[in-house]
């Protein structure tokens, strides 16, 4: 079982910066893909970012994600936001024998642990 817990969202100015955390603990995780995803309202959440265990990445445009194993801490970093980057943001990990591969963006239907998500808003 692995529990996740983000924190770091806020409200910011568009082109602004941000900075998400999530707090991972249990086990199971560590061989697997870790990812960042959002959901707009009324829109499918959509993945954004992912790492996989040998630090390999893929993002989405003006994302940056890392993962400090010392601290269990995962990170997506925000830049030149823009309000269509208003949404929920959710951490989330593998498991159960999943493969991680970082050649495509992450998809949900990969995933099987997740944070309850913080929100992000952009406004002019």
């Known amino acids: 079982q692995v529990q996740l817990v983000e924190s770091g969202g806020g409200s910011v100015q568009v082109g602004g910066s941000l900075t998400l955390s999530c707090a991972l603990s249990?086990?199971?995780?560590?061989?697997?893909?870790l990812a960042w995803f959002r959901q707009a309202p009324g829109k499918e959440r959509e993945g954004v970012a992912a790492i996989a265990s040998d630090g390999s990445t893929v993002v989405k445009g003006r994302f940056t994600i890392s993962q400090d194993r010392t601290k269990n801490t995962l990170t997506l970093q925000m830049t030149s936001l823009k309000p269509e980057d208003t949404a929920r943001y959710y951490c989330?990990?593998?498991?159960?024998?999943?493969?991680?591969?970082?050649?495509?963006?992450?998809?949900?239907?990969?995933?099987?642990?997740w944070g309850q998500g913080t929100q992000v808003t952009v406004s002019s």
């Open positions: 249990g086990n199971g995780y560590r061989d697997y893909c």
């Open positions: 989330a990990a593998q498991g159960g024998g999943a493969t991680c591969r970082t050649t495509y963006l992450p998809r949900s239907s990969e995933y099987l642990y």
